[in-house]
Nanobody, 127 residues
Framework: QVQLVESGGGLVQAGGSLRLSCVAS????????MGWFRQAPGKEREFVAA????????YYADSVKGRFTISREYAKKTMYLQMNSLKPEDTAVYYC????????????????????WGQGTQVTVSS
């Protein structure tokens, strides 16, 4: 099992940017995939973005496509979510997730597709 710790959340005005970090530990990640999900109050957890740890495409929810970008820093076992042009509707707790298999060809994922989760980091976008 891999352990995940997110950081980087905070309060930002609409149009601003934040970068979330997810540090992984406990396993070799070469065969893993990692994702970002978010959950707003009263709503279900929703897919934001995902990518295999090594190579492959990154996939994004339509609501964030063109604004959010996944990147990886292998030496630090860290995956980032760069969030630009933030909107109030992006306000949520953001969770990092991992699974021990690479992504397939699907462009959309659910919580059930990932088995390891971080504790979440709050992102609040003010209007």
């Amino acid at each position: 099992q891999v352990q995940l710790v997110e950081s980087g959340g905070g309060l930002v005005q609409a149009g601003g940017s934040l970068r979330l970090s997810c540090v992984a530990s406990g396993r070799t990640l070469s065969s893993y995939a990692m994702g970002w999900f978010r959950q707003a109050p009263g709503k279900e957890r929703e897919f934001v973005a995902a990518a295999s740890w090594i190579g492959g495409n990154a996939y994004y929810a339509d609501s964030v496509k063109g604004r959010f970008t996944i990147s990886r820093e292998y030496a630090k076992k860290t995956m980032y979510l760069q969030m630009n042009s933030l909107k109030p509707e992006d306000t949520a707790v953001y969770y990092c997730a991992a699974r021990p298999t690479r992504l397939g060809g699907s462009a959309y994922y659910t919580s059930a597709d990932f088995g390891s989760w971080g504790q979440g980091t709050q992102v609040t976008v003010s209007s």
